[in-house]
């Protein structure tokens, strides 16, 4: 079998070979066929040409016979008698004319060579009529003479009168002989033949063997195709001739008569195609020895070589088959694309011996991957189990091998996700998802698994694969981290991040029902008392207990959250369809968890010391998507602010009104923010006398000109700025300002001794930095820090007292004094001052207003001048208005005044005469 199919390739390859030169012999064979034809048409068009100058000339013999006898004298009388001998004379000296004559302008003949016995009219012939239309010699008619009895052909010339008249028509009819010596004047050459044949298909002159051919007629298929390459064609056509012999014909209308017959004439055709086929069959016979000798010296020698070469190889195939893949054939052969397929199979066992080795590896891999890997059939019997999966599952191979994935599905995993498994591998695709399995043990896990179909190259499925990871661990984590993230660690309620993410999902859910949803900021109230009071646990502990009541009272589907350190936020939706119900509702939910909040909180270690707190409620309600969460959010912050600044305990909720104060302070804040950076910022100062009316210093007091030229009152912007911040910055400013002006004074003895003293506010005075900023601005001012008063309100020094305290002996060894500002208003604690390093008690303006009216204004600035000159400080009286006042706290010991008694606050450029009393 397999020689004989060898045998056949090599017989092919040998064909495609020769094929190239089989056919370039034939397409010579065609060129050569070509040209033969070719040259025969040219001898045929040539032969036509003669021909037709044969005839020509033939025409105008006749025409020079004609035109002699027209020119005759004998002739102008039209007289018969003479007629008659003129053209007997013309027809003795041509041998080809069988009558000579003339005939009258009705056709009656007048004159003729040869008698005619009766009276004949040629009216209706061709060469009559033609000639009656004057001009030349007519063209020739083939004609049977009605006085002659023979075939020939009859020209018709016209006799002109005097005037040019047409007087009758001259005719001379010619015998076939003369067109049978015309054609045999085309000296033929051998086996060519010529014809002169009627429009009607006889033949009226043939040559060679006229007399056998005259008046044979043509068969009508021959006629026919003669005509048709005679008006249609080129003249040329390949028919049979009239004695069977093939024949290329010239076919041509005579020029001496077109229109009444056919002039042919015929080359043989097998005598010019004859040598152009035999040299064909030689080329093909020489082309059939060269290929068979070819083929036997290839099968001896080719097939010899190939089939040692082939038994080798098919030997090392087989031994590489049967696992030896270092089997190799290396040996050569003398045929270089034999060595480079000896080099290929070799280069192909190293090759698979490489990919075993991978194989091997990969398998190992598989093996010993810390993933599981399973492999089943398209009915899901598992075929293959690595260690992995014993070790996570506790099955063991012989236990899972032959049985269904399904082994470890205890109903966990939910049934969509196999549903949606197997719609995609019966796809074709990839699936990827988690289980929820259990172990052998009935341990449950989850796995995170990406099944895969294994295709053959068709596309058909044989398996399938699956990659499996215990995740179990990883999930545990995430949720951790997720809890991290978004959980507070004490209360164990939602962040800052997820409230905001719940309230936008709240909002959205509110724009696709149109329902109303309500958002609540609870803030405890003085939350950091607890704090300093009882320490940080027992703040925790208050946090954690709300918490966990706010969630107890909440339904499921609200969000509860911590939203600060001390404040709670509460996102409840759907609570009306229209705004009047839902505030009536928000209101009502509002002050139900008021109430439940008033209950005492159990704190301590064993609970046993209950606390009792407040808190300030702040609502924003919400419906569609027109409000953004932040913004919802500080509405809300809003309205907590209020119910705050409304003595706290209180239930607020966000009106327009409120906005426009949020709207006025974001101005506002612009505007502290451009102040800062223009430097619109002006320094007042409010002297400061003693007991004697000598200036002793003054107050700075910030003011803020507004863009219409009035000034904006401190009390509006400076709790704004304490809120965001700014007044730390605004307060470095006033501390610089008021250091350069004490280094103006400083330069006058004058005024050397006089002070100045600077408000310094509770978040300023806290910064980590404040030492190092007041040390930095005394010193690069160059001023003596004992003129430099910083006033202290009993907010700053609330809470941390040891710092407090630590930072206020840090600037006192600076010499920089200190003053309790609005003392009386707040606790006024006696332990605070005997700690706290002030030097001097400032009475708030309050108490000095309505002392003289009031006996419990005038009872505490009494009791305040007491226990200052106890203590040994000094006191100041700001709001001094009157002499009464004034005469007032000076008999009672106060050393220092401030008020409009003394001055207004003045920009220092409008102290010329404070200045001057000092002077003086």
């Given at each position: 079998?397999?020689?004989?199919s060898l045998?056949?390739?090599?017989w092919l390859?040998?064909g495609?070979?020769?094929?190239?030169?089989?056919l370039?012999?034939l397409?010579d064979y065609q060129?050569?066929?070509?040209q033969?034809?070719?040259?025969?048409?040219?001898e045929?068009?040539?032969?036509?040409?003669?021909?037709?100058?044969e005839?020509?000339?033939a025409?105008?013999?006749?025409?020079?016979?004609?035109?002699?006898?027209?020119?005759?004298?004998?002739?102008?009388?039209?007289d018969?008698?003479?007629c008659?001998?003129i053209?007997?004379?013309?027809?003795i000296?041509?041998?080809?004319?069988t009558?000579?004559?003339a005939a009258?302008?009705d056709g009656?003949?007048f004159?003729?060579?040869r008698?005619t016995?009766e009276?004949?009219?040629?009216?209706h012939?061709?060469w009559?009529?033609?000639g009656?239309?004057?001009?030349g010699?007519?063209?020739?008619e083939f004609?049977v003479?009605r006085?002659s009895?023979?075939?020939?052909?009859a020209?018709g010339?016209?006799?002109h009168g005097?005037?040019?008249?047409v007087?009758g028509?001259l005719?001379?009819?010619?015998?076939?002989?003369?067109?049978?010596?015309?054609?045999?004047d085309?000296?033929l050459?051998?086996g060519?033949?010529a014809?002169?044949?009627?429009m009607?298909?006889?033949?009226l002159?043939h040559q060679?063997?006229?007399d056998?051919w005259?008046?044979?007629?043509?068969?009508?298929?021959?006629?026919?195709?003669l005509r048709?390459?005679?008006?249609?064609?080129?003249?040329?056509?390949?028919?049979p001739?009239f004695?069977?012999?093939r024949?290329?014909?010239g076919?041509?209308?005579?020029?001496?008569?077109?229109?009444?017959?056919?002039?042919?004439?015929?080359?043989?055709?097998?005598?010019?195609?004859?040598?152009v086929?035999?040299?064909?069959?030689?080329?093909?016979?020489?082309?059939?020895a060269v290929?068979?000798l070819?083929a036997?010296?290839?099968?001896?020698?080719?097939?010899?070589?190939?089939?040692?070469w082939?038994v080798?190889?098919r030997?090392?195939?087989a031994?590489?088959a049967?696992g030896?893949?270092?089997?190799?054939?290396?040996?050569?052969t003398?045929v270089?694309?034999?060595?480079?397929?000896?080099?290929?199979i070799?280069?192909?066992?190293?090759?698979i011996?490489?990919?075993?080795?991978?194989l091997?590896?990969?398998?190992?891999?598989?093996e010993q991957?810390?993933?599981?890997?399973v492999?089943t059939?398209?009915?899901?019997?598992?075929?293959?189990v690595?260690?992995?999966?014993?070790?996570?599952?506790g099955?063991s191979?012989e236990?899972?091998?032959?049985?269904?994935?399904?082994?470890?599905?205890?109903?966990l995993?939910p049934?969509?996700?196999?549903?949606e498994?197997?719609?995609?591998?019966?796809?074709?695709?990839?699936?990827?998802g988690?289980?929820?399995?259990?172990?052998k043990?009935?341990?449950s896990?989850?796995?995170?698994?990406t099944i895969a179909p294994?295709?053959?190259?068709?596309?058909?499925?044989t398996?399938?694969?699956?990659?499996?990871?215990d995740?179990?661990?990883?999930k545990?984590?995430?949720a951790?981290l997720?809890?991290?993230?978004?959980y507070?660690a004490?209360t164990g309620?939602?962040?800052?991040?997820?409230?905001?993410d719940?309230?936008?999902?709240?909002?959205?859910?509110?724009?696709?029902?149109?329902?109303?949803?309500?958002?609540?900021?609870l803030?405890v109230d003085?939350?950091?008392?607890?704090n300093d009071?009882?320490?940080?646990?027992?703040?925790?502990q208050l946090?954690?207990?709300l918490?966990?009541?706010l969630r107890?009272?909440m339904?499921?589907d609200?969000t509860v959250?911590?939203h600060?350190d001390?404040?709670?936020?509460i996102?409840i939706?759907?609570?009306g369809?229209?705004?009047?119900?839902?505030i009536?509702?928000?209101e009502?939910?509002?002050?139900k968890?008021?109430a439940?909040?008033?209950?005492?909180?159990a704190?301590?270690?064993?609970g046993?010391?209950?606390h009792?707190?407040?808190?300030?409620?702040?609502?924003?309600?919400?419906?569609?998507?027109?409000v953004?969460?932040?913004?919802?959010?500080?509405?809300a912050?809003?309205?907590?602010?209020?119910a705050k600044?409304?003595?706290?305990?209180a239930?607020r909720?966000?009106?327009?009104e409120?906005q426009?104060v949020v709207?006025a302070?974001?101005?506002m804040?612009?505007?502290?923010?451009?102040a800062?950076q223009?430097g619109?910022?002006?320094?007042?100062?409010?002297?400061?006398?003693d007991?004697h009316?000598?200036?002793a210093?003054?107050?700075?007091?910030i003011?803020w000109p507004?863009?219409?030229?009035?000034?904006?009152?401190p009390a509006e912007?400076?709790?704004?700025?304490e809120?965001?911040g700014l007044?730390v910055?605004?307060?470095?400013?006033?501390l610089?300002?008021a250091?350069?002006?004490?280094?103006?004074w400083?330069?006058?003895?004058?005024?050397?001794?006089?002070?100045?003293?600077v408000?310094?506010?509770?978040?300023?005075?806290h910064?980590?930095?404040?030492f190092a900023m007041?040390?930095r601005t005394?010193?690069?001012?160059?001023?003596?820090p004992s003129?430099?008063?910083l006033e202290l309100t009993?907010s700053?020094?609330l809470?941390?007292?040891?710092e407090?305290?630590?930072r206020?002996?840090?600037?006192?060894?600076l010499g920089i004094?200190?003053a309790?500002d609005?003392?009386g208003t707040g606790y006024?604690?006696?332990?605070y001052?005997?700690?706290?390093?002030?030097?001097q008690l400032k009475i708030?303006?309050s108490?000095?207003?309505d002392?003289?009216?009031?006996e419990g204004?005038?009872t505490?600035?009494?009791?305040?001048?007491?226990?200052?000159h106890?203590?040994?400080?000094?006191t100041?009286?700001?709001?001094?208005?009157?002499?009464?006042?004034r005469e007032f706290?000076?008999?009672?010991?106060?050393e220092?005044?401030q008020g409009?008694?003394?001055?207004?606050?003045?920009?220092i450029?409008a102290?010329?005469?404070?200045?001057a009393?000092?002077?003086?």
């Amino acid at each position: 079998m397999t020689r004989n199919s060898l045998h056949l390739r090599l017989w092919l390859t040998i064909g495609l070979a020769v094929l190239p030169l089989f056919l370039f012999v034939l397409v010579d064979y065609q060129d050569r066929r070509t040209q033969a034809v070719e040259r025969a048409h040219a001898e045929i068009e040539q032969r036509l040409a003669a021909a037709r100058r044969e005839a020509l000339g033939a025409h105008q013999m006749v025409e020079f016979v004609l035109r002699i006898m027209a020119r005759s004298n004998d002739l102008q009388s039209l007289d018969g008698t003479s007629c008659d001998k003129i053209a007997q004379r013309l027809l003795i000296s041509r041998d080809d004319f069988t009558n000579i004559g003339a005939a009258l302008p009705d056709g009656s003949l007048f004159c003729s060579a040869r008698s005619t016995g009766e009276a004949i009219n040629v009216a209706h012939r061709a060469w009559f009529q033609a000639g009656m239309r004057g001009g030349g010699i007519t063209y020739g008619e083939f004609i049977v003479g009605r006085i002659s009895g023979k075939p020939g052909m009859a020209f018709g010339y016209p006799l002109h009168g005097p005037q040019g008249e047409v007087r009758g028509v001259l005719f001379a009819s010619i015998s076939l002989d003369w067109v049978d010596r015309l054609i045999d004047d085309f000296k033929l050459p051998p086996g060519w033949e010529a014809s002169l044949i009627s429009m009607e298909g006889k033949i009226l002159s043939h040559q060679p063997d006229v007399d056998r051919w005259r008046d044979h007629v043509l068969a009508p298929e021959q006629l026919a195709a003669l005509r048709r390459a005679q008006t249609e064609g080129n003249g040329i056509v390949e028919l049979p001739g009239f004695d069977g012999m093939r024949r290329l014909y010239g076919v041509a209308a005579p020029g001496f008569a077109p229109d009444s017959g056919l002039m042919t004439i015929g080359a043989p055709l097998e005598q010019s195609l004859d040598a152009v086929d035999r040299r064909f069959q030689l080329h093909l016979a020489l082309l059939a020895a060269v290929t068979i000798l070819s083929a036997l010296l290839a099968r001896l020698y080719i097939y010899q070589l190939i089939e040692v070469w082939a038994v080798r190889v098919r030997d090392a195939v087989a031994r590489i088959a049967a696992g030896s893949l270092g089997t190799r054939i290396g040996t050569g052969t003398s045929v270089r694309e034999l060595d480079e397929v000896t080099a290929g199979i070799d280069r192909m066992a190293t090759e698979i011996e490489r990919r075993d080795a991978e194989l091997r590896q990969l398998s190992m891999a598989i093996e010993q991957s810390p993933e599981c890997i399973v492999i089943t059939d398209t009915n899901a019997r598992i075929e293959y189990v690595n260690e992995a999966f014993c070790r996570i599952t506790g099955f063991s191979r012989e236990e899972a091998i032959g049985r269904n994935p399904r082994i470890l599905n205890a109903g966990l995993t939910p049934r969509e996700t196999y549903e949606e498994l197997w719609a995609t591998l019966l796809r074709g695709e990839v699936w990827r998802g988690e289980f929820h399995n259990t172990r052998k043990d009935g341990a449950s896990y989850l796995e995170l698994a990406t099944i895969a179909p294994i295709k053959q190259p068709d596309g058909t499925i044989t398996h399938y694969v699956a990659v499996k990871e215990d995740i179990t661990q990883r999930k545990q984590s995430e949720a951790l981290l997720h809890r991290l993230a978004y959980y507070d660690a004490l209360t164990g309620l939602p962040n800052r991040a997820l409230l905001r993410d719940r309230l936008q999902q709240a909002i959205r859910g509110s724009g696709r029902s149109e329902a109303w949803g309500m958002l609540m900021l609870l803030d405890v109230d003085r939350f950091q008392q607890l704090n300093d009071s009882r320490g940080h646990a027992s703040g925790d502990q208050l946090l954690k207990e709300l918490g966990n009541r706010l969630r107890a009272a909440m339904r499921e589907d609200d969000t509860v959250a911590r939203h600060g350190d001390d404040d709670f936020a509460i996102v409840i939706e759907n609570i009306g369809d229209n705004q009047d119900d839902a505030i009536a509702r928000a209101e009502l939910i509002a002050r139900k968890l008021h109430a439940e909040l008033d209950a005492p909180y159990a704190l301590g270690e064993n609970g046993d010391e209950p606390h009792y707190a407040t808190l300030s409620i702040g609502v924003s309600l919400f419906r569609g998507k027109a409000v953004a969460p932040e913004m919802l959010l500080k509405q809300a912050e809003v309205a907590l602010y209020r119910a705050k600044e409304e003595g706290r305990n209180a239930i607020r909720f966000f009106n327009p009104e409120m906005q426009a104060v949020v709207d006025a302070h974001a101005r506002m804040e612009i505007g502290l923010r451009e102040a800062l950076q223009a430097g619109s910022f002006r320094l007042f100062y409010q002297p400061q006398v003693d007991r004697h009316g000598r200036l002793a210093g003054a107050e700075a007091l910030i003011r803020w000109p507004g863009t219409d030229g009035k000034m904006i009152s401190p009390a509006e912007f400076i709790p704004l700025a304490e809120d965001t911040g700014l007044i730390v910055q605004i307060g470095q400013w006033v501390l610089t300002t008021a250091c350069a002006q004490i280094a103006q004074w400083q330069q006058a003895p004058a005024t050397r001794q006089l002070s100045i003293a600077v408000n310094v506010s509770a978040r300023q005075f806290h910064q980590a930095d404040f030492f190092a900023m007041v040390r930095r601005t005394v010193e690069g001012a160059g001023i003596d820090p004992s003129r430099l008063k910083l006033e202290l309100t009993e907010s700053v020094i609330l809470g941390d007292l040891d710092e407090t305290v630590a930072r206020m002996n840090q600037l006192r060894t600076l010499g920089i004094q200190f003053a309790l500002d609005d003392f009386g208003t707040g606790y006024s604690s006696l332990s605070y001052l005997k700690r706290l390093p002030f030097a001097q008690l400032k009475i708030d303006q309050s108490f000095i207003r309505d002392m003289t009216e009031d006996e419990g204004s005038e009872t505490i600035v009494l009791a305040i001048l007491s226990m200052s000159h106890a203590l040994g400080l000094e006191t100041i009286a700001e709001g001094v208005e009157t002499p009464t006042q004034r005469e007032f706290l000076r008999l009672h010991g106060c050393e220092f005044y401030q008020g409009y008694l003394f001055g207004r606050p003045l920009p220092i450029e409008a102290w010329g005469d404070f200045l001057a009393t000092a002077s003086g």
